[in-house]
T-cell receptor, first 111, second 115 residues
Framework: SQQGEEDPQALSIQEGENATMNCSYK?????LQWYRQNSGRGLVHLIL?????REKHSGRLRVTLDTSKKSSSLLITASRAADTASYFC???????????FGAGTRLFVKA | GAGVSQSPSNKVTEKGKDVELRCDPI?????LYWYRQSLGQGLEFLIY????????KSGLPSDRFSAERTGGSVSTLTIQRTQQEDSAVYLC???FGTGGNQPQHFGDGTRLSIL
């Protein structure tokens, strides 16, 4: 099974609200990354958090990592209609290149 | 170009035909990945190239799939004797440096449809 599993599978919110997406994984990781994908496009890297970090911010994005629970969350504050996309977490192990992607959360922000 | 370029953007072909998908990575990026994405799903790893090292082909689903990377730059993914289950979006990504510590930069993919 895939390393990363996102929750929820789909999320619909109003513009201005916050959106929280969660990711769980199974094995020890070196880092965890979040990506965004607009319909019909490739993935865009949002943020990378290393296993020794607990929280990271980038603009309206806040990512947390709890290695004891093998979970991460992505918070998008003050959401905008343009945030509508699919969001994927991806985990990278130690000593390797392979990044394993989850199935994604589809976020819909209503204007 | 500034980003990862993939061609063609769309490909429709008949079952049993061979197809070639091309990826031009970002200049200077030593790592190149191929993924497959079925409708509404996550990414399935196919193959990885890093510099002059032997590629990791562990994700290729069958011996009908092969890939090469010439001169450490352009890569071609070939699917022989295509089957309907090969229909998907094939995404290419490149990154600078080794390991999984670098962000991957994606192309917009090739949407492959097998009739």
């Amino acid at each position: 099974s895939q390393q990363g599993e996102e929750d929820p599978q789909a999320l619909s919110i109003q513009e201005g609200e916050n959106a929280t997406m969660n990711c769980s994984y199974k094995t020890s990781i070196n880092n965890l990354q979040w990506y965004r994908q607009n319909s019909g496009r490739g993935l865009v890297h949002l943020i990378l958090i290393r296993s020794n970090e607990r929280e990271k911010h980038s603009g309206r994005l806040r990512v947390t990592l709890d290695t004891s629970k093998k979970s991460s969350s992505l918070l998008i504050t003050a959401s905008r209609a343009a945030d509508t996309a699919s969001y994927f977490c991806a985990t990278a192990g130690w000593g390797g290149f392979k990044t394993i992607f989850g199935a994604g959360t589809r976020l819909f922000v209503k204007a | 170009g500034a980003g990862v370029s993939q061609s063609p953007s769309n490909k429709v072909t008949e079952k049993g035909k061979d197809v070639e998908l091309r990826c031009d990575p970002i200049s200077g990026h030593t790592a190149l990945y191929w993924y497959r994405q079925s409708l509404g799903q996550g990414l399935e790893f196919l193959i990885y190239f890093q510099g002059n090292s032997a590629p990791d082909k562990s994700g290729l689903p069958s011996d009908r799939f092969s890939a090469e990377r010439t001169g450490g730059s352009v890569s071609t993914l070939t699917i022989q004797r295509t089957q309907q289950e090969d229909s998907a979006v094939y995404l290419c990504a490149s990154s600078f440096g080794t390991g999984g510590n670098q962000p991957q930069h994606f192309g917009d993919g090739t949407r492959l449809s097998i009739l």
